[in-house]
């Protein structure tokens, strides 16, 4: 999705506009998108939550499924429009992202000059014309401040999960056109233990209001069907 990121700076981008998002073209060949547990309670009803193992890192991270193949994104037609009712924060923010500045807890709003929603002559302009940063990039400020808040919680929920050992490997065998395809490579909540769960420890769960975020989590994996049946009419309307 991203191809050319770089720090939003006046002297670089004095005279670049974004235009709105119109269309979801950037996106439809990703077939996973990040999410943070603020967002399992919307993107529930419609895409299957998993969490993907970063063994560098080692740590967990939340993502929704919307295709069963890498490089195809079930939810995007081909008129670019996007077909479902949530469309998770990560493509909403595009272009604009987050990077560490190499301070302590400091981050620098960047942007993807490769993306087509970047113009020199449509949009909203990035700055005025004293060089002042417009609406445009206090919004974006605010928007990704939020969203790297809620990944800190995010970061903080995987890592309790795994510490408790809830965490299990996903192997999931779905309809594939003709043939039976193995969903592999992600990892679920275990529900037998999170039932099985001392009373003080599902209290401790509780208080970190972890409850919900772990029920949509688990209620998400029926959307798995939706893949198939999103698959299927695609295939049909070839």
């Given amino acids: 999705m991203f191809q050319q990121v770089v720090p939003v700076n006046k002297e670089r981008h004095a005279g670049k506009k974004i235009k709105d998002i119109s269309g979801f073209e950037f996106a439809s060949n990703f077939h996973i998108a990040y999410v943070t547990m603020h967002e399992f309670a919307r993107a529930a009803s419609i895409f299957p939550i998993v969490f993907l193992e970063d063994k560098e890192k080692d740590e967990f991270r939340p993502v929704v499924l919307m295709g069963l193949n890498a490089g195809e994104n079930l939810f995007v037609d081909a ?14 923010r595009y272009p604009f992202a987050l990077t560490p500045s190499g301070n302590d807890g400091q981050y620098v709003v960047c ?35 939020e969203l790297q808040q809620m990944d800190t919680l995010t970061h903080s929920f995987c890592k309790y999960l795994a510490e408790n050992n809830m965490f299990t490997p996903l192997n999931m065998r ?49 959307q798995t069907e939706r893949l198939v049946k999103l698959q299927d009419e695609k295939l049909a309307a070839k």
Avoid: M
């Fill in 174 to 222: 779905v309809r594939d056109n003709d043939k039976v395809k193995n969903v592999s490579g992600c990892y679920v909540v275990n529900e037998d233990r999170l039932n099985s769960l001392s009373d003080d420890k599902f209290l401790e769960f509780k208080n970190k209001s972890y409850l919900a975020p772990l029920y949509a989590h688990l209620i998400s994996l029926a």
């Fill in 111 to 145: 942007i993807d000059e490769g993306s087509s929603l970047v113009s020199d002559t449509d949009g909203a302009a990035l700055f005025d014309e004293k060089g002042e940063p417009t609406q445009v990039i206090e919004n974006v400020k605010r928007y990704l401040a």
């Fill in 79 to 92: 008129d670019g429009k996007w077909q479902a009712s949530y469309v998770p924060a990560i493509i909403r």
